[in-house]
């Protein structure tokens, strides 16, 4: 069993899938994280800054192994190993931009890992195993702190999501869509690849009629302003009553 945690090609199919008990577990924890932590680098920001610099050392660094160790074993060719995926290039990039503090890059790169980090966190695809091996369990963390570091690096930095800043996750997204054709149309032809899920659909649902590429750009969307509005919003209000109480 001791070596089972370390195999990538461990499988037992014994798992309850989504939306079971250790599913919920993950959530729970997550959003537990979100708060505790957030208060607690709010008021300790040096201890909040060595904590995004550690953890994203750790994530790049097991990423860069795991992926050299995929393509040694032959488990995917050199350029299959490349990051492909949304939140396997963010995975590399929200790093970058933590540790060097890469401030105009934030807004595109800590919404787009927001989004991804849900969606991958709501959708649960880590539980067809009863046994969770340290891939499982990496690839878990990693999209948990796709969510949590833009969060606590709120509480430790000036960074705030600003509405006027919008059109950057639109670039990003952009940027980040061509990347994935270019894997899926030019690049893996013969292998039906299907990066960021446009060739199939990801989604546990479909409605009938509409295209799946159509629901997608729904979900971002929603994603976008929630990620961007609320906070405007909050500020907004937040603004008015001091106004307010100054009148009084």
């Not at 959530?27 to 994280?33: E, H, Q, S, V």
């Not at 008021?43 to 660094?61: D, E, H, M, N, P």
């Not at 032809?189 to 546990?204: D, I, R, S, T």
Request: with cysteine; aromatic share 18%.
């Amino acid at each position: 069993m001791f070596l089972d945690f370390f195999n990538m090609f461990y499988e037992d199919n014994l798992g309850e899938g989504s939306f079971g008990i250790r599913h919920f577990i993950w959530i729970g924890l997550t959003i537990l994280l979100a708060f505790i932590l957030y208060f607690l680098f709010k008021k300790y920001k040096k201890a909040g800054r060595i904590f995004l610099v550690s953890t994203s050392i750790v994530i790049v660094v097991f990423r860069i192994i795991k992926q050299t160790f995929r393509a040694i074993l032959g488990i995917e060719a050199v350029l299959n190993v490349l990051p492909w995926h949304m939140c396997t290039v963010l995975s590399f990039l929200m790093p970058i931009v933590i540790i060097f503090n890469l401030k105009k890059l934030k807004p595109a790169v800590y919404s787009l890992g927001i989004m991804g980090g849900v969606m991958t966190l709501l959708l649960g695809d880590y539980f067809y195993n009863e046994f969770l091996t340290i891939y499982e369990l990496e690839g878990m963390f990693t999209h948990s702190m796709l969510v949590l570091l833009p969060i606590f690096d709120m509480a430790v930095s000036s960074f705030k999501f600003k509405l006027k800043e919008a059109w950057q996750c639109v670039v990003g997204m952009l940027t980040l869509l061509a990347w994935a054709s270019l894997a899926n149309e030019v690049l893996f032809v013969g292998q039906n690849p299907n990066y960021m899920y446009l060739k199939e659909n990801a989604l546990p649902f479909e409605v009938p009629g509409v295209h799946y590429f159509f629901i997608y750009m729904a979900i971002y969307f929603l994603f976008l302003l929630m990620i961007f509005g609320i906070p405007e919003l909050h500020r907004k209000i937040k603004e008015k009553r001091k106004q307010l109480k100054m009148q009084i």
